[in-house]
């Protein structure tokens, strides 16, 4: 796979670095690679995950809705690495308290992803 079909549709964790998440703010930021070959370059980024992300209180766990608002609901999250069942690599998190009960998302099988080196939360791009 080239660098640019990586940038531009991989999972995060393989082309972005230093990923950290603000529990105050729901900000997901950190450096993600733009994907331009040879003269790629590591740029600075941030997502607000309030603008994607929503806690289902029916379902018990976070979903994904656009403007889904969800540190109204959740707080004291942080982001967490689990082992892909199928691939073996690592597949990262976002693990919260929702309405009283723990709760996480799997930020790899999710909408947001890198788009030439830019945090995107987007179903279409």
């Not at 969800?70 to 707080?75: I, K, N, R, T, V």
């Not at 992803?113 to 945090?119: A, H, I, S």
């Amino acid at each position: 796979m080239s660098l640019l079909a990586a940038a531009t549709a991989e999972y995060i964790s393989v082309t972005c670095r230093n990923l950290a998440l603000d529990p105050t703010t729901e900000v997901l930021s950190g450096e993600c690679n733009d994907g331009q070959g040879d003269h790629a370059a590591w740029q600075p980024t941030a997502l607000d995950l309030n603008t994607c992300l929503t806690y289902d209180a029916a379902q018990g766990k976070i979903v994904w809705q656009g403007s889904g608002n969800f540190g109204a609901q959740c707080d004291g999250c942080s982001l967490f690495r689990t082992t892909d069942p199928i691939w073996g690599g690592q597949q990262l998190n976002i693990g919260c308290t929702c309405a009283g009960k723990e709760a996480s998302f799997l930020i790899e099988e999710s909408y947001i992803d890198n788009k030439f080196g830019t945090l995107v939360c987007s179903r279409y791009w």
